[in-house]
């Protein structure tokens, strides 16, 4: 069964600070791997896909990493803002065949960027 | 555009009670999903559906009941609620099976 853990579980930053999150997961066959934001009572916003042949995504001040090998991926923000506060979740899409395209999902990173 | 849409976004109902959370979303993706976020446990599959007329469980699918007659309206039926189905249910979409999934607001739910 996939496991995925997001470490650390909060952060506070000051603004301008760059930052990486932290997600590993257990069972390396996955055709991708899929960060999201989710802010206070809202649902959650894609914000990077990374497949499993793919090493790195980049969007803005954000870049993903993935290691399938090692079961890792890192989420990096450049100067940071507090527009940026928000969980950040990392889900991965398991490859166990059919039509199964489930996503298993951390618990998330709490993150708060200071003014 | 309105892209993928729930309603209600908040219900409170009582034991015993059927509930139906709606889903609907405007890209004519193929895929729809329905998950669950509860604190301690993050989000968790409760049903999906490649296609119109194809659902599938997902991890935790007691107690729920989905249907897909059409492709852009994924229903969630709670037949009878109970007390530890009080959550917040997403649906999310999906072009393709392998591919980004797109989250509605959510639904919140309170079964007293």
């Known amino acids: 069964k996939q496991e995925v853990t997001q470490i650390p579980a909060a952060l506070s930053v000051p603004e301008g600070e760059n930052l990486v999150l932290n997600c590993s997961f257990t069972d390396s066959a996955i055709y991708n791997l899929q960060w999201f934001r989710q802010d206070p009572g809202k649902g959650l916003t894609s914000l990077l896909l990374?497949?499993?042949?793919?090493r790195e995504q980049t969007s803005g001040r954000l870049n993903a990493s993935l290691d399938k090998s090692s079961g890792r991926s890192t989420l990096y923000i450049a100067a940071s803002q507090p527009g940026d506060s928000a969980t950040y979740l990392c889900?991965?899409?398991?490859?166990?065949?059919?039509?199964?395209?489930?996503?298993?999902f951390g618990k998330g990173t709490l993150l708060t960027v200071n003014p | 555009d309105a892209g993928i849409t729930q309603s209600p976004r908040y219900k409170i109902t009582e034991t015993g009670r059927q509930v139906t959370l709606m889903c609907h979303q405007t890209?004519?993706?193929?895929?729809m999903f329905w998950y669950r976020q509860d604190l301690g446990h993050g989000l968790r599959l409760i049903y999906y559906?490649?296609?119109?007329?194809?659902?599938d469980k997902g991890e935790v699918p007691d107690g729920y009941v989905v249907s897909r007659s059409k492709t852009e309206n994924f229903p969630l039926t709670l037949e009878s609620a109970t007390r530890s189905q009080t959550s917040v249910y997403f649906c999310a979409s999906s072009e393709y099976g392998p591919d980004t999934q797109y989250f509605g607001p959510g639904t919140r739910l309170t079964v007293l």
């Open positions: 890209w004519s993706h193929s895929y």
């Open positions: 559906s490649a296609a119109a007329d194809i659902t």
């Open positions: 889900a991965v899409m398991g490859n166990s065949g059919g039509s199964n395209y489930k996503l298993t």
């Open positions: 990374i497949q499993s042949s793919q």
